[in-house]
């Protein structure tokens, strides 16, 4: 079985930032792919960004350039930094892990952004 924990969430500011992070721990392999989701109230999930192996990334238009996803390999960890934050980016936000054509997520995280 894997398991997703992620940390970092909270309170902050607008044009404030906030660095999220997902452990991954189970039986897991070293080809995979991991992202990042969030998820407002009254809106459909998104994607926020996601990277295979240890550069190849993609990012959602509304986070474009304000957010970075990154992984250590090692710890078998993403990272989300997050900068220039706005109100909008309020929601819960969700660690996607894939492997062998199977999703895992993680039980969530809340950012709240306050103007």
């Not at 189970?26 to 109230?41: H, K, L, V």
Request: glycine share 14%; aromatic share 8%; charged share 15%.
């Amino acid at each position: 079985h894997v398991q997703l924990v992620e940390s970092g969430g909270g309170l902050v500011q607008a044009g404030g930032s906030l660095r999220l992070s997902c452990e991954v721990s189970g039986s897991i392999f070293g080809i995979n792919s991991m992202g990042w989701y969030r998820q407002a109230p009254g809106k459909q999930r998104e994607l926020v960004a996601t990277i295979i192996g240890g550069d190849l990334t993609s990012y959602g238009d509304s986070v474009k350039g304000r957010f970075t996803i990154s992984r250590d390999n090692a710890k078998n960890t993403v990272h989300l930094q997050m900068n220039n934050l706005k109100p909008e980016d309020t929601a819960v936000y969700y660690c996607r892990y894939s492997q062998l054509g199977i999703d895992y997520w993680g039980q969530g995280t809340q950012v709240t952004v306050s103007s």
